[in-house]
């Protein structure tokens, strides 16, 4: 079974970055496609970010395009997601999680990490 452990979240000021990193440990996840999901005090959980496990397709929700990339190392089993230009609004726990290629949903989750930027 694999298990994903988030890393790198933190208290940054507005214009800052930060890089998130999900580490599977167990089976190999390159059969996995791998998202970022957030979800902040009050809201839904959204998904942020996302690639193919050959790494050739990502997606990006339109609030992070052009400041968030998403990028995975399959030799290292470890998916990262590189935060640049961080709003406020971008506080929220933020998740790693994969889904298998021939699955419907994400099934594998991490525990979640911390990601608080303040004005």
């Known amino acids: 079974q694999v298990q994903l452990v988030e890393s790198g979240g933190g208290l940054v000021q507005a214009g800052g970055s930060l890089r998130l990193s999900c580490a599977a440990s167990?089976?190999?996840?390159?059969?996995?496609?791998m998202g970022w999901f957030r979800q902040a005090p009050g809201k839904e959980r959204e998904i942020v970010a996302s690639?193919?496990?050959?790494?050739?397709?990502?997606y990006y929700a339109d609030s992070v395009k052009g400041r968030f990339t998403i990028s995975k190392d399959n030799a290292k089993n470890t998916v990262y997601l590189q935060m640049n230009s961080l709003k406020p609004e971008d506080t929220a726990v933020y998740y790693c999680?994969?889904?298998?290629?021939?699955?419907?949903?994400?099934?594998?989750w991490g525990q979640g990490t911390q990601v608080t930027v303040s004005s």
């Open positions: 999680a994969g889904r298998y290629v021939t699955a419907a949903t994400y099934g594998l």
């Open positions: 690639i193919s496990w050959s790494g050739g397709t990502t």
């Open positions: 167990g089976r190999t996840f390159s059969s996995y496609r």
